[in-house]
């Protein structure tokens, strides 16, 4: 028998599963963390894609910048009953970025500097990579700090008037050396203190892979493999790598998929903003 369920938080989605209640909660937009619990014993992919589901039934998954319109949810259960339905996914419009004043060199990298690019890339995939059973990104998150947003997730960025690659963080106006803190609890996977473009970067796994990546740090105050808990300091704002200015550029991933922070935090309460 089929019942329904429907997305506990903003977005609001109708989905048949073939066994008991299952309650969706996240945003089903582009940028946008999903995740739910099944029965014991369950399966489930995602436009074909297997997600990882833990022992307790919690699976999660996450959609692109540019995520189509419509992704196929399909669950099924330990008897083998199935049932699939088409996700309708939010599509948004990004705004244009004009950021004037970057270092050419940072804007087109040397041929010297090539192989350093490449093998920090490595190094901050590897770290997005790794895969472990915790679930803190399902508890309430809290701004890693407070300030003026300066730049948006998704918008499109023009380098000194070359067009580059969309942005895919949250940039936070902050003095250097204003501290960052830890926004829900996890395990720090990468503490680098310089890379080509994103400066000092950190990036803590939250769990089924889920990630929070900080960068432009002038210093990192963790380790790699260290346990943080919400609100431990983590790091200090700064200007490092493609950066023009003092702020935190706070980004989360889903494996491979990069969303958006606003989605799944909310919006930062005026009333502590500081003054």
């Known amino acids: 028998m089929k019942k329904w369920f429907v997305a506990s938080l903003s977005v609001l989605a109708l989905v048949p599963v073939c066994y008991g209640d299952l309650d969706l909660q996240g945003s089903l937009k582009q940028g946008g963390l999903i995740w739910a619990t099944v029965a014991p014993g369950s399966s489930a992919t995602l436009d074909g894609k297997a997600l990882v589901i833990a022992d307790n039934g919690l699976m999660v998954a996450g959609f692109d910048r540019d995520a189509k319109p419509a992704a196929t949810l399909k669950v099924c259960s330990a008897a083998g ?39 920090e890339g490595a190094l901050v995939s590897k770290a997005r990579s790794q895969f472990s059973t915790r679930q803190d990104f399902v508890k309430e998150f809290k701004w890693p700090l407070l300030g003026p947003i300066t730049g948006v997730f998704g918008s499109q960025r023009v380098y000194n008037g070359s067009p580059g690659r969309p942005h895919y963080g ?49 210093k990192i105050l963790v380790e790699e493999g260290q346990l943080v808990k919400q609100g431990d300091p983590i790091a200090e704002v700064g200007a490092t790598g493609r950066a ?17 922070p606003a989605l799944i935090i909310g919006p930062m309460p005026a009333q502590l903003m500081p003054e």
């Open 81 to 119: 009953a199935c049932d699939e339905q088409v996700l309708t996914i939010t599509q948004r419009s990004y705004d244009v970025q004009r950021v004037n004043g970057v270092p050419q060199k940072t804007v087109t990298p040397p041929a010297s500097v090539l192989e350093r690019i490449r093998r």
């Open 170 to 218: 949250l940039d936070i106006a902050a003095p250097t050396g204003t501290l960052v803190s830890a926004p829900i609890d996890g395990v720090v996977t990468l503490a680098y203190p310089d890379m080509f473009y994103s400066g000092g970067t950190l990036i803590i796994d939250h769990g089924l892979g889920v990630s929070s990546t900080f960068i432009h740090l002038s």
């Open 244 to 260: 023009t200015g003092p702020h935190l550029d706070w980004r989360i991933n889903w494996a491979d998929q990069r969303l958006d």
